[in-house]
């Protein structure tokens, strides 16, 4: 399918959706989030017609997948050698305006949503992931380029959208809008990390683990993961004979930036035999890996959500994790996805969640959790989480993303 028909006179709304980064070789938690999100639409939704924006032309095979075969999705190819959203998106928008622009990307084209040149009747909606600059650039000239534009999508946009309310309260807190203006709708989890999906023991065999204990962390490798810390902590754990000497970690994801300090430190803690770094693992694999470990770690100084976590939850696996209010929130579960949700108390102990909470900042911490984990962790956790876990859906994440587009036109 090459470019998109739109009817001039169409009844319904017209929604379009960023996809810049959606066609990625290698995607991450924000292209996760965008996939599932269409696909979701796609199921749901077959009043409104919606145009997906590409830098580049999907396969017929991709787009089929990505839209459920619904007729009521188009795409349109934006070409610009530079400046794709404040030039090439820019001028495609005031060109061909829609009802509803929706962007998961931490800008807006945006001259077309202010000022003399924005684009007629168009509301727009904006998707903040989290507040990544905080922790994840050292050169603050590189961290200003991503601040910057998140500052400017969220004081521009008619509503924004966040995935926890810690996201939603470090926005409002900061001035940049109004809380009436923002809400809340969480991710969903794939179901094939379930524990009821039967796993394929052959994954092991590919990365040598088919006969060792091993904990795994699945994320793109950045500052704010904290790996340096989450290594010192296994090292730890190890060192002290907490754990077996052969248990193995297995760090999942591609390389982000500012990666060294993150390669370099199994060797600084004589662990780098027992530290595996397998990059970016498919989806196909990634399910199995999480359910034949024996937990799931991330010490995470910071986090927008938290979706690992969830596939861990439905995955039945000990979970260690960062006491940070994102990952309480998801631990706590959403009973209701349509309201905001007020932030988490940081003093709450967290002893009533499914989970060993640690201490980022504190390498005792970490280790004390990844050993106690692995020789004492509560069944009643491993069930409680599961079921916590699947309350979490994508056609939820949809829905209420949907009433939001509605409310607006």
């Given at each position: 399918?090459?470019?998109?028909?739109?009817?001039?006179?169409?009844?319904?709304?017209?929604?379009?959706?960023?996809?810049?980064?959606?066609?990625?070789?290698?995607?991450?938690?924000?292209?996760?989030?965008?996939?599932?999100?269409?696909?979701?639409?796609?199921?749901?939704?077959?009043?409104?017609?919606?145009?997906?924006?590409?830098?580049?032309?999907?396969?017929?095979?991709?787009?089929?997948?990505?839209?459920?075969?619904?007729?009521?999705?188009?795409?349109?190819?934006?070409?610009?050698?530079?400046?794709?959203?404040?030039?090439?998106?820019?001028?495609?928008?005031?060109?061909?305006?829609?009802?509803?622009?929706?962007?998961?990307?931490?800008?807006?084209?945006?001259?077309?949503?202010?000022?003399?040149?924005?684009?007629?009747?168009?509301?727009?909606?904006?998707?903040?992931?989290?507040?990544?600059?905080?922790?994840?650039?050292?050169?603050?000239?590189?961290?200003?380029?991503?601040?910057?534009?998140?500052?400017?999508?969220?004081?521009?946009?008619?509503?924004?959208?966040?995935?926890?309310?810690?996201?939603?309260?470090?926005?409002?807190s900061n001035g940049w809008v109004d809380s009436s203006k923002v809400t809340v709708i969480p991710e969903g989890v794939s179901l094939l990390f379930s524990s009821n999906i039967k796993k394929d023991r052959s994954v092991l065999e590919k990365y040598g683990l088919e006969d060792k204990p091993y904990f795994i962390f699945v994320s793109t490798i950045q500052p704010r993961k904290n790996i340096p810390g989450l290594v010192a902590g296994f090292a730890g754990a190890l060192r002290k004979g907490k754990i077996p000497p052969e248990t193995q970690l297995v760090v999942c994801g591609k390389k982000g930036w500012q990666y060294d300090e993150s390669l370099e430190t199994p060797k600084e803690h004589g662990v780098e035999k027992n530290v595996i770094f397998a990059g970016r693992v498919s989806d196909k694999e990634l399910p199995a890996l999480m359910h034949f470990s024996v937990g799931f770690v991330s010490t995470s100084f910071e986090e927008g959500f938290g979706l690992t976590l969830l596939e861990a939850m439905i995955s039945e696996v000990p979970c260690i994790i960062s006491n940070i209010p994102s990952y309480r929130s998801i631990l706590r579960g959403y009973d209701n996805f349509g309201s905001d949700i007020s932030e988490p108390s940081s003093d709450l102990?967290?002893?009533?969640?499914?989970?060993?909470?640690?201490?980022?900042?504190?390498?005792?911490?970490?280790?004390?959790?990844?050993?106690?984990?692995?020789?004492?962790?509560?069944?009643?956790?491993?069930?409680?989480?599961?079921?916590?876990?699947?309350?979490?859906?994508?056609?939820?994440?949809?829905?209420?993303?949907?009433?939001?587009?509605?409310?607006l036109e």
């Open positions: 399918m090459a470019g998109f028909f739109v009817q001039m006179y169409n009844q319904f709304m017209l929604i379009g959706i960023d996809c810049r980064y959606l066609l990625e070789k290698r995607p991450a938690g924000p292209e996760k989030y965008l996939y599932f999100l269409i696909k979701n639409l796609a199921l749901i939704d077959t009043s409104n017609e919606y145009i997906l924006y590409f830098k580049e032309e999907p396969s017929d095979i991709f787009f089929w997948d990505l839209t459920n075969g619904n007729p009521n999705f188009y795409y349109q190819i934006v070409s610009s050698s530079i400046l794709w959203t404040q030039a090439g998106l820019f001028k495609e928008l005031r060109k061909n305006p829609v009802d509803v622009f929706f962007s998961s990307s931490h800008t807006l084209p945006f001259l077309a949503v202010k000022g003399p040149f924005k684009a007629r009747n168009t509301s727009w909606v904006s998707m903040i992931h989290g507040l990544d600059y905080i922790h994840g650039y050292k050169n603050l000239l590189t961290a200003s380029r991503v601040k910057i534009p998140m500052i400017l999508s969220v004081r521009t946009a008619d509503h924004v959208i966040t995935p926890s309310p810690h996201t939603k309260t470090a926005l409002v102990s967290s002893d009533d969640l499914p989970a060993f909470l640690v201490d980022p900042m504190d390498q005792e911490s970490i280790s004390q959790g990844i050993a106690e984990a692995f020789s004492n962790y509560p069944q009643e956790y491993i069930t409680k989480a599961k079921e916590i876990g699947l309350g979490f859906s994508w056609e939820n994440t949809a829905r209420n993303t949907l009433a939001i587009f509605e409310k």
